[in-house]
């Protein structure tokens, strides 16, 4: 087989950059989930004696400013995070699914209403909504998966309802509707096919933007309070000693951009 026939040959199974995703996403959710198993200890307890000091078996990291244990931390900071982005993604797939396809499938009143709903949270930045929502509850989960499901949601329920208005009108639904199949029978045979991948991808990116931006609102003090530990909040903590302890720093910068590239080629690839 020549050069030519293996390129113009058709791919098999998943995309190399799809499979790195996976790849890192799972290394990092096993130091999430394992972390704790594999090196047992306190992601709040100080020994200010070890401040900034080098790795040990105890702290395979080192030690923060306040000689906490950055490996636990980290490991704590990883579950954190990724919860709350996936809750708020889950919710805000959710509604977005729910009124998108509602708006489709109703149009009338009901779609200009949603849609001029859905237009007014998208003119004012996401980050705002969050810290608006923030204010109201800081320093709180609760409060980052309200903002960040009020952020979201727009994006998924715009993806659904365009692509629901495409399928409702295509030929195969309205022989379906001939032949007397109800709304649930469309959906799941005709509408979910269609929308689930874009719908996942979607949410891969919705995630990895959740974290972002809790990581974002973490490094300049809005979020999460301290001493919980979280990617952004750990970052700022331990900035002003760079110098003294570089790899401390880099431990979550590490941590938090193999995260997000792993999201980002899980969304990204698409099979040719």
Known sequence: MTALDIRDAPRAGLPWSRIIGVGLVLMVAGLAALGSLVVPGDPFAQSLVKALSGPEPAAPLGYD??????????VHALRLSPLIALAAVATAG?????????????????????????????????????????????????????????VLWVEFFRLTR???????????????????????????IHVWPEIAPMMLTA???????AIMAIAALGFVYVGMRAPTPELGLMMVELLPYWREAPTALLSPVIATFVLLLGLTLLAGSREQ
């Open 94 to 150: 959710a509604a977005g699914l729910i009124l998108g396809t509602l708006a489709a499938a109703r149009g009338g009143w009901i779609d200009r209403v949603l849609v001029m709903l859905a237009d007014a949270l998208l003119a004012l930045p996401g980050l705002l909504l969050v810290l608006i929502v923030l204010a109201m509850m800081p320093g709180t989960a609760v409060g980052f998966w309200a903002g960040l499901s009020l």
């Open 162 to 188: 365009a692509a629901t208005r495409e399928t409702l009108a295509s030929p195969a639904v309205q022989a379906s509707r001939l032949l007397g199949f109800g709304p649930t029978y469309v959906f799941r």
């Open 203 to 209: 949410a891969a990116f919705g995630t990895a933007t």
């Open 65 to 74: 400013h306040l000689g906490r244990s950055i490996y636990h931390r980290l």
